[in-house]
């Protein structure tokens, strides 16, 4: 039937972003039957037909998925576009951004990619430790391909010197997942990209397929070793049947519904609607119980974003989205910095806040907050009531750090905690951490150091909802990191 999907997989795969990519592209390469389900379509190049073309101009009216609402009485979903490409969350003092679609946050991320420092691995099982983790950060930079951005060192400024005046440290090589020099083999799969052009709108997607989203790398991995990937299928509960789970999941494209069974379940729908579906599957009396832990160790990663406006040193010409980076591991203070420009061809801006626009910085802040944060369910959706309370000194310490950096670019202004302000409880993050931690403790964990969900085997979590914390930079590697490190032992 269409949209059901390959009979009987070993494996069924939910969502499509970094730890469901990793999770069926090694499984598939060990012989399983894998079938991937992804609420949002394929995106692509202007001149791939069979995709959807990334939103741009005039075009940007669908381009926003869904809002959950969780700021009334309940929490409640308002979908906008069911192929929208991003889904925004409101909580009482959290806004979050996420995407959809095949190759989930990859295809709208700014492509950094960076390593926690070592002490990070503290707050895992005692079988993880960071040199047992290093050959999983060496497959994935095997896979991902990161290049450093080849005129860093003039993008590095005034960063730089902003880091080097106040004492804060120096910046590094800006590992971005961008093909800026071609790859020689373009026969094997997951090579298929072009040279970056440099136009700076990664985080609408990128039309020149020069991004290593994972559409083209890990899945196009996991397709080329016969798994399947069913797009516009939304997943609505899962739970245990026979010595398996089964997952029920809506077809977007035909409005029809399908169920499949498989022996084992990867749950990989990025922190928040992991969560969401663990949940309403228990509500609805699919599952019979979950984890008393589920819901713990929740972070916005420390995410301060700030607007440094109109800089009155000098700009680096249009190009990728982050210009510097921080040398963090060799700094001892918290904070990890990036300094980052607007997709401002992407967006249908007025001509003079177009070229403002340009001449201005944002100025990323993020760190490892206390993950203090628990995420709870009101049998609609998920809510969550912390923000800057949530961890004040270390969130107040990163206004601090951004007002003592952004003084050196002697811009015309400057807004800190973008878009509230620095005085607001509220917070925004593009990098939700959490929920379903693995943890030093058993009795603290929710998923054990295998990724399966306590209490219910061959129910995998690879995503960041499995993070005890934030690792404090961008987190992308990380998850895909311990996603590797998930799918090796679940290989064995
Ligand atoms: C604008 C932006 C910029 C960013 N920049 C960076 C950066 O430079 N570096 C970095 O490291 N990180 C960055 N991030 C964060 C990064 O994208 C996320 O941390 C990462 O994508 C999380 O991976 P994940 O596997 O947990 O989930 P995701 O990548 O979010 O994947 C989850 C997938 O599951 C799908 N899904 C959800 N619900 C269902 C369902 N019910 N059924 C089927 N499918 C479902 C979703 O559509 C999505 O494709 C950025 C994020 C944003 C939004
Ligand atoms: S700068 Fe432009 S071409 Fe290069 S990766 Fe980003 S969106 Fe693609």
């Known amino acids: 039937m269409l949209g059901a999907g390959m009979a009987n997989p070993d494996v069924i795969v939910v969502g499509s972003g970094f730890g469901g990519a990793v999770m069926a592209a090694r499984l598939a390469e060990s012989g399983a039957k894998v079938l991937i389900l992804e609420r949002g379509p394929f995106w692509g190049a202007d001149d791939e037909p069979d995709r959807r073309p990334f939103p741009r101009g005039v075009r940007m009216g669908g381009a926003l998925r869904n809002v959950w609402w969780s700021k009334g009485r309940r929490a409640r979903n308002v979908t906008i576009n069911r192929q929208g490409l991003f889904e925004i969350h409101v909580f009482k003092s959290l806004w979050t951004m996420g995407a959809s679609g095949v190759g989930g946050g990859s295809l709208v991320y700014a492509n950094a990619q960076a390593d ?245 910085r944002f100025l990323f802040v993020m760190g490892a907050d206390n993950a203090s944060g628990r995420l709870t369910y009101d049998g609609h959706g998920l809510r969550f009531a912390k923000g800057r309370s949530m961890d004040r000194e270390f969130f107040d310490g990163a206004d601090r750090v951004a007002r003592e950096l952004a003084s050196h670019y002697r811009p015309e202004g400057l807004r800190t905690n973008l878009p509230f302000g620095s005085k607001s409880e509220s917070l925004a993050t593009f990098h939700i951490i959490g929920g379903a931690p693995m943890a030093k403790r058993m009795e603290d964990s929710a998923v054990d150091h295998t990724g399966q969900l306590r209490g219910h085997p061959g129910l995998y979590l690879s995503d960041s909802s499995v993070l005890p914390g934030p690792p404090g930079v961008p987190p992308s590697r990380t998850i895909t990191a311990v996603a590797e490190r998930i799918a090796d032992l679940a290989t064995d």
């Open 116 to 360: 926690p420092r070592d002490d990070y691995w503290d707050l895992f099982p005692p079988e993880i430790t960071a040199g047992e983790m290093r050959p999983y950060f060496e497959k994935a930079t095997q896979v991902v391909r990161p290049q450093i951005l080849p005129d860093w060192k003039e993008r590095q400024e005034p960063l730089k010197s902003a880091l080097e005046v106040s004492g804060n440290g120096s910046t590094a090589p800006v590992n971005l997942a961008v093909t800026f020099t071609k790859h020689a083999n373009e026969t094997e799969p997951g090579l298929h990209t072009e040279a970056c052009r440099m136009c700076g709108e990664c985080i609408m997607g990128c039309r020149y397929r020069a991004k290593n989203t994972l559409d083209r790398t890990y899945l196009e991995h996991a397709v080329h070793h016969g798994a399947e990937i069913l797009p516009l299928s939304e997943v609505t509960h899962l739970g245990p049947v026979g010595d398996g789970y089964r997952v029920r999941w809506v077809d977007h494209a035909t409005r029809r519904t399908h169920a499949a069974e498989a022996r084992r379940v990867v749950l990989a729908a990025g922190a928040l609607n992991t969560m969401r579906l663990l949940h309403q599957s228990w509500r609805d009396g699919v599952i019979d119980r979950l984890p008393e832990t589920l819901g713990q160790r929740f972070s916005p990663n420390g995410d301060y974003i700030n607007l440094i406006w109109k800089a009155g040193v000098e700009q680096a010409a249009p190009g990728a989205v982050f210009n510097a980076l921080r040398d963090y591991g060799a700094a001892n203070d918290p904070y990890f910095i990036g300094d980052a420009s607007a997709p401002t061809t992407a967006l249908p801006l007025p001509g003079k806040m177009r070229r403002d626009l340009d001449a201005s």
